[in-house]
Structure formats: C-alpha cells, structure tokens
C-alpha cells in the first residue's frame, strides 16, 4: 500500500518555464510533508517542507503547496534551471511515529 | 563540516556471509534512520532511532538488525544477506524527527549480494 504517490515518474521542462511536481498521500494522519532533491550517486538533499497547518510555503524559486482535502501536494520551481535537473521525492511524516514515507520519485529534467 | 557519514560505499558479498554498514553524524542528532533505494518503489524506511537505545522498525525491517549505543553512530547489520537485499543504502539523521526537522542523508552505501 503506497501511502505517498508521485504518479509522474519524469518531467521535462524548458528552461526559464514553471516546473510543477506533484505528490498524492492517502493517509489523513500525515502531518508534515518534505521535498528532497537527488543528483546521481549523492544522497538525498533537503528542499522544503510544510506542515499541516499551512497551505503554502515558499523558500526562492521554490514552493510548496498543499491542499489537504485533496491530499496532495505540490512543488512548484520558478524559473526552472539545468542544475535543477535531478529525481525529487516528496515524503510525508506524522510527528508522533517518527516514520517517513517517501514517494517514489519524480525525474525532472530542465532543457537549456 | 557537519555530514553523515557511512561506509562502505561500495560493497559487494556473498549470501550469508554477515556485514555491517556503518553510519556517524557529526551534528549530535537524537534521530537517525536507514533507508533502502530501489527503482521503481522509492526510498523506503528500514529502522529508525529516537535516541541513545531506543529503537523501532520501518516499513521493511526483516532481514536487518540495527543498534544504538553511541548519539552519533547507527550502524545496519546484515546477519545473513540474501540477493533481495541488493540494493542502495541510505543513512539519515535529523536534530530530533517527525515535524521538528529535515532529515541529513548520507551519500549512501550501494551493496550487491551474490
């Protein structure tokens, strides 16, 4: 049972335009949700993250929205550059269990 | 530099034959954990750890043993690997879990068991 989805395994987009990232989660217990960034043969680097209370959260080019009637989220990245070229997850966590569900990963490649 | 750190980064073994990989943080986190990557299915969690001693299961805990004696060091223990277990590992750590901070990756440890 995948609680975390990310239903788009590969995105292209053109440089300069938005890059939006989508993630669905089934389980209403989740309470705080991050995005990370991965290049090859590194390890997972943090982006964003936002919690349940919020709808939006913004850090430069990047912003996450949830929508938690809908349960999903999203990851928006304006403009969108070739070293944003990399797989993102998005994970959700509920404070209390200490448990991160990851999704399954979203590559994201930006044309120059 | 603060970092986790793990090692091996590259191993490969044998079935049965019993290895450890080890983790080390730098930033005295309470929380770490292990992940495996696996194409198609994500990173999923193996174990995590609160704190000194206290530790739990993740979603795919069976086949894996881990301890936490020291804050800084979490080491995964493979007591008797099998090929299912080929995969890319990932050590983590975070200042205290769940919605009070992101996690650190380590730049993980890819392991094939022949």
């Known amino acids: 049972d995948q609680q975390v989805k990310q239903n788009s395994p590969s995105l292209s987009v053109q440089e300069g335009r938005i890059s939006i990232l989508n993630c669905d989660y089934t389980?209403?217990?989740?309470?705080?949700f991050l995005w990370y960034k991965k290049y090859p043969a590194e390890g997972p680097t943090f982006l964003i993250s936002i919690s349940s209370i919020k709808d939006k959260n913004e850090d430069g080019r990047f912003t996450v929205f949830l929508n938690k009637s809908a349960k999903h989220l999203s990851l928006h990245i304006v403009p969108s550059q070739p070293g944003d070229s990399a797989v993102y997850f998005c994970a959700a966590t509920n404070s209390g269990t200490y448990k991160y569900i990851f999704g399954t990963g979203t590559r994201l490649k930006v044309l120059a | 530099e603060a970092q986790v750190t793990q090692n091996p980064r590259y191993l490969i073994t044998v079935t049965g034959k019993k290895l450890t990989v080890t983790c080390s943080q730098n930033?005295?986190?309470?929380?770490m954990s292990w992940y495996r990557q696996d194409p198609g299915l994500g990173l999923r969690q193996i174990y995590y750890?609160?704190?000194?001693?206290?530790?739990d299961k993740g979603d795919v805990p069976e086949g894996y043993k881990v301890s936490r004696k020291e804050k800084r060091n979490f080491p995964l223990i493979l007591e008797s690997p099998s090929p299912n277990q080929t995969s890319l590992y990932f050590c983590a750590s975070s200042l205290q879990g769940g919605q009070t901070g992101e996690l650190f990756f380590g730049e993980g440890s890819r392991l094939t068991v022949l």
């Open positions: 389980n209403s217990m989740f309470d705080y």
């Open positions: 750890s609160m704190n000194v001693e206290v530790t």
């Open positions: 930033m005295n986190h309470e929380y």
